[in-house]
């Protein structure tokens, strides 16, 4: 059976994103980035420069804007043919693609985590994976996107996305 885990490991090492895959207990344990062994709190980050020597502050914003795949465990469902064969494999889960945020902002304005975080992951982000996915053996069959506003403890913005793909087995 075509793994679909390993394909979207591929997919997002492809896209440059970080890849996790695990159930929501483990995904709420991710920490923040670590400079030499340091973790670099959010408190540092909120106050950029302030707290941060300007050799971090380079590897704050690069991190602030990594792109997170937060995948959940996956339902594989698969269908035999009339005639004893297999047929396809429906594969249904759900994944978080999102970006670190901070608490001190708002969801909506000029400014807000709609615009600044949410809206650049619907309209490029997501659309390279679902390019990718298009450009390979799966069908998308479902593909329903929520936004997602202070997910987690490591306090993500992005989209939650709820999916059924399909894939014909020989």
């Known amino acids: ?45 909120m106050k950029g420069a302030e707290l941060v020597d300007e050799e971090c502050q380079e590897e704050v914003e690069e991190y602030t804007n990594r792109i997170y795949f937060l995948l959940d465990p996956i339902t594989r469902n698969k269908s035999f043919s009339e005639f004893g064969g297999t047929g396809a494999v429906t594969f249904t889960g759900a994944f978080l693609l999102a970006t670190e945020s901070t608490l001190d902002k708002t969801y909506d304005g000029s400014d807000g985590k709609y615009k600044t975080k ?4 619907l309209k490029t ?43 014909l087995e020989g």
């Open 125 to 167: 982000q997501l659309t390279r994976l679902e390019d990718k996915i298009n450009c390979s053996a799966y069908e998308i069959k479902n593909w329903e996107v929520v936004d997602a506003i202070d997910v987690l403890d490591i306090n993500f913005d992005g989209v939650l996305v709820t999916f059924n793909l399909q894939i």
């Open 1 to 45: 059976m075509t793994d679909l885990v390993e394909s979207l490991r591929l997919f997002t090492h492809e896209l440059t994103w970080e890849f996790y895959y695990g159930n929501k207990v483990n995904q709420n344990l991710l920490q923040g980035m670590t400079k030499e062994g340091r973790v670099i709190t959010r408190a540092e980050k």
């Open 118 to 121: 949410i809206l650049p992951i």
